[in-house]
């Protein structure tokens, strides 16, 4: 059943009462997917190679950025620009030979997620978004496989097991999205760097209590985490039939978190690109609505910095703007320059006022590639 490494490297669960060799045989024949190898899927990864799930799948289509490094503990500095899944994957091997690890480059989506769901035996949902959440949970209930689910905000998280023998899913627990704009961005909300270690951690307790059906797995409650008190509560969830009404997948996007969105009354022409700003920029006037953190990391050139929420009571003329001119608003990411352009306009009389598209981050993605 176990080579002589395996019996070695496994010899504190074969000798855990209650786990023993019939669990860790389960695991050994397991085949887990992680969604994302961010804050949340770097822990759970490393805590379910480490226990030896037979078969692990990781998908991100992303790269290895500098500001992940502050919670994405899978990471190095010299990872940075690489594939997420793949140096995840590296990582794994290394950590445990013993065990299958696949990495895909790619972004779940409608056209793999049910074959990415059916093939394995638990879904641990790593995803920042709520597009990626309800089609995690679609598919789940699609091809009836439990998945295990957390999220974070600040210094607060939750964590779920969802769609585990009839319990509750995701659906049960938030039916449809939230409107856009309700949800705050999750790349300029911040999050304490641990927390996502704790919330990861507690996924991959679930996962492997599922998979060796040992203990009282999280179905039917939703644990409430908040680090800044570490205190802790755990609350009812009842499963709802209607939550199981479903023949598809849901649609893209739906609601995305970290999507750039400010109602759906907002005009697109009311922005600029970072390409349409270069052309223009000896014309226009700047204001930064960031934080003056995120403004000692790097700014666009000749910009005046007036933080969004007070935008609307700063006296804009004493810094030397002009409610004439042509002014464009930037923020991280592009969602509070979105709100900054009506407040400018209502309660500060800038009669042509425009959003970067994007925000710092594309200015800079532009500036890379001039």
């Known amino acids: ?165 009839g319990g509750p899913t995701y659906r049960c627990l938030f039916p449809t999205p939230p409107p856009p704009g309700a949800a705050p961005n999750c790349a300029e909300a911040g999050v304490l760097g641990v927390l996502p270690g704790l919330l990861g951690t507690i996924q991959a307790t679930e996962t492997i209590k599922l998979l060796t059906g040992i203990g009282e797995p999280l179905s039917g409650r939703v644990l409430l985490w908040d680090a800044w008190s570490l205190l ?39 922005e600029l690109d970072a390409e349409g700003l270069r052309a223009r920029l000896a014309d226009v006037q700047l204001i930064d609505v960031r934080e003056a953190w995120e403004r000692a990391i790097g700014a666009i050139d000749g910009s005046v910095h007036v933080p969004l929420d007070q935008l609307a009571t700063t006296d804009l003329t004493a810094l030397g703007l002009e409610p004439g001119r042509l002014t464009v608003v930037y923020c991280a990411g592009g969602v509070r320059s979105r709100r900054a352009v009506p407040a400018l306009r209502e309660r500060q009389g800038f009669s042509d006022v425009r959003g970067l598209r994007g925000g710092y981050r594309a200015w800079m993605v532009r500036a890379a590639t001039a």
Not at 252 to 265: H, S
């Open 1 to 165: 059943m176990f080579s002589d490494a395996e019996l070695v490297r496994y010899q504190r669960h074969l000798g855990l009462e209650g786990f023993g060799p019939t669990a860790q045989a389960k695991l050994k024949s397991a085949s887990v997917l992680v969604v994302g190898a961010g804050g949340l899927g770097c822990p759970a990864l490393l805590y379910l190679a480490a226990a030896g799930v037979g078969r692990i799948v990781v998908i991100d289509p992303d790269r290895v950025e500098l500001s992940n490094l502050q919670r994405q503990v899978l990471f190095t500095t010299e990872d940075i620009d690489q594939p997420k899944a793949e140096v995840a994957a590296r990582r794994l091997r290394a950590l445990n030979p013993e065990i299958l690890i696949e990495a895909l480059v790619a972004r779940m989506d409608r056209t793999n997620a049910l074959a990415l769901v059916r093939v394995v035996d638990v879904v641990v949902d790593g995803s920042d978004n709520f597009a990626t959440r309800y089609l995690v949970n679609d598919a789940c209930v699609l091809a009836d496989r439990p998945f295990v689910h957390a999220s974070i905000q600040g210094f607060e998280g939750q964590a779920s097991v969802f769609n585990w023998r």
């Open 232 to 270: 802790s509560r755990t609350v009812a969830l009842a499963a709802d039939p209607r939550a199981r009404a479903i023949t598809d997948l849901p649609p893209e996007p739906v609601g995305d978190v970290c999507a750039v969105d400010a109602g759906d009354d907002f005009d697109s022409r009311e």
